[in-house]
């Protein structure tokens, strides 16, 4: 998306007809943001002649993976719709936290990102950054010219059989 928005603002945006799947929730920081851009960095590179001496180099763009992203779906297991997919992640986040496993770091991490002041999460520090849709072709072409599309991926079509 061009910015962030809530759940609410994200049901109202598309079309009806499309099936919302996957929220991508926010949990950067500015300074996160910036490191993920393309920019040059100073770095210190020592030479044949053992003096130190400073070069700048570019890093590129980052592209995030799955597995680097925190999202909460909105269609249960069975096929229906969270009623309200916020509540379900407040809960499994809470639960990382308090469970000791081998994603509780995760878990703390993302509870640290997203709590307000008075050191909880509400529904309202959930903002929503990018969405999972599924559906036919017409509505999926609507949102070409959408001016609240950022970027945006195709995955596959397939006819019914």
Not at 57 to 84: C, F, H, W
Not at 109 to 134: F, M, W
Request: aromatic share 10%; charged share 30%; net charge negative.
């Amino acid at each position: 998306f061009d910015r962030d928005y809530s759940v609410e603002e994200v049901k109202e945006l598309l079309p009806d007809n499309l099936t919302q799947a996957w929220y991508w929730v926010d949990t950067f920081s500015k300074e996160d943001l910036d490191e993920l851009k393309g920019h040059y960095v100073e770095i210190e590179i020592t030479g044949e002649d053992d003096k130190l001496r400073r070069e700048e180099i570019y890093r590129n763009p980052q592209v995030l993976s799955a597995n680097q992203v925190y999202g909460m779906k909105a269609i249960t297991n069975t096929g229906e719709y969270e009623e309200d997919p916020c509540v379900s992640f407040i809960s499994a986040i809470e639960s990382g936290v308090s469970n000791k496993s081998l994603y509780q770091p995760q878990f703390q991490e993302l509870y640290d990102k997203l709590s307000d002041s008075n050191g909880e999460i509400a529904r309202d520090n959930i903002r929503i950054i990018g969405v999972v849709v599924t559906g036919d072709a017409d509505p999926l072409g609507l949102l070409k010219d959408a001016d609240y599309i950022k970027a945006s991926s195709l995955g596959i079509l397939v006819n019914n059989y």
